[in-house]
Each structure stands twice: as C-alpha cells, then as structure tokens.
C-alpha cells in the first residue's frame, strides 16, 4: 500500500508541475499576443490631411503608464502658387508666383478616459510653436524684372484634442479626433514707402494677431 500512495503522490505532484507549467506559458502569451498587449510602449503615427492637402505631419507618443502618455508631433507645410491675369496690365505684369513655407512642433500629453494606452478614448493638450518664410515675386513688367519680396512668419498657441485610438494586431494603429484652441501668428515682411526725401524705400513692418484654431485629426501608424 505504501508503494500505492507513494506513486499516486508523484503522479499528483506532477500533474500539478504541468498546470502551473501550462498556465505561465499561456499567460506569457496572453501579454505578447493579446487582445491588450502591455508591451507596446511606442507609437509612431503620420497625419492624413484633412484640411490641407499642403501639410504633412508625424506624431510619436511613448507610454508611460495605463492611463498616460506623452508625445511629441513634428509638421511641415509647403504650397506654391501661380496667378496668371487673363490680360495683361499696363505694366507689362502677367501674374505672380507665391511659395510659402513653415515647420512646426507639438509637444503634448495624453491622459485615456477608457481602455488601457495606447488605445482607446483620450484627452490631450497640446502646445503648438513654427517658423516659415513666404515670397511673393512678379512675373513679366516693363519696368524690369523687380525683386521677390519675403515675409517670415511664426506661430505659438494651444489647443485640446479629444481623440480615439484603435491598435489591430500586430500593431496596426488609426487614431481620429477634433481639437479646439487659441493661437498667435506674427508676420513680419518688407514693403515700399514713400520716403522723407520725396524717393521710395523699403521698409520693414512687423504685425500679429490671435486666432482661435480647430481641426480634425486622422492618423494612421503602428503601435510597438
């Protein structure tokens, strides 16, 4: 009997040593290959854009814990101009050329309502700050060929985006939401004035204004 209940014994102990076996490697793989994976830490996102065809914009965010991240956006805008008049002017001008250039940053932090980051309902505010350059040149004068005239711009301002994020295995990310805020534009550019001594001359002249901002966010990337 002795060999019996020592044999049952060794069997019990090892089946037991197969369930914790089994049920550590099944919950290994839950973390890893889940629904909720905790070990995506990282996002990288680029913007789909909505509102200007122009701008191009990528977005990281790190985790740093299950209800909050913090990110950093990086954006650049670019657009050229040509305005061709349907007759041609005294002058001898034909139209003008316009470029426009401008980067931006965007520092933010993003605290998740539900769910567990990087995925689900959050709010985010955010600090936005650029610099570009613009120019503006004619084409075609009887008077010469004048010069482009250039205007340096930049921006800083703030805003709350209230935003969704989707993560599909294996990591697959769509993020979308609507932002609301407030921001300053200064504009400085060169201009022709008439001058003390009767000639022209050119000046500088510098001006800023605030601007409430809004915008719609959609964003697709990958979460790692």
Do not use: C
Not at 47 to 75: A, C, D, I, T
């Amino acid at each position: 009997m002795t060999g019996v209940h020592h044999m049952v014994a060794m069997q019990w102990k090892l089946g037991v040593s197969l369930v914790l076996v089994s049920a550590a490697a099944f919950a290994e793989d839950g973390i890893t290959t889940g629904s909720f994976p905790v070990e995506r830490r990282n996002v990288v996102t680029v913007s789909v854009p909505l509102q200007n065809l122009g701008q191009l914009s990528l977005e990281g965010e790190r985790v740093l814990g299950e209800r909050f991240s913090l990110g950093l956006g990086v954006s650049a805008t670019f657009s050229h101009d040509r305005t061709r008049f349907e007759e041609e002017e005294l002058s001898g001008a034909e139209g003008y050329n316009r470029s426009f250039f401008q980067v931006g940053l965007a520092p933010s932090a993003r605290f998740y309502l539900t769910g567990r980051a990087p995925q689900g309902l959050w709010l985010s505010p955010r600090l936005e700050v650029g610099v570009g350059r613009s120019s503006n040149g004619m084409v075609g004068s009887l008077l010469g060929e004048p010069e482009d005239t250039h205007a340096d711009n930049w921006f800083v301002g703030g805003m709350a985006v209230l935003g969704y994020t989707v993560v599909v295995d294996p990591g697959f990310t769509v993020q979308g939401g609507v932002g609301f805020g407030a921001r300053r534009d200064a504009l400085a550019y060169d201009t022709v004035r008439l001058g003390s001594g009767g000639g022209t001359e050119w000046v500088r002249l510098h001006q800023s204004s605030w601007n409430l901002t809004q915008r719609l966010l959609l964003n697709l990337g990958w979460a790692f």
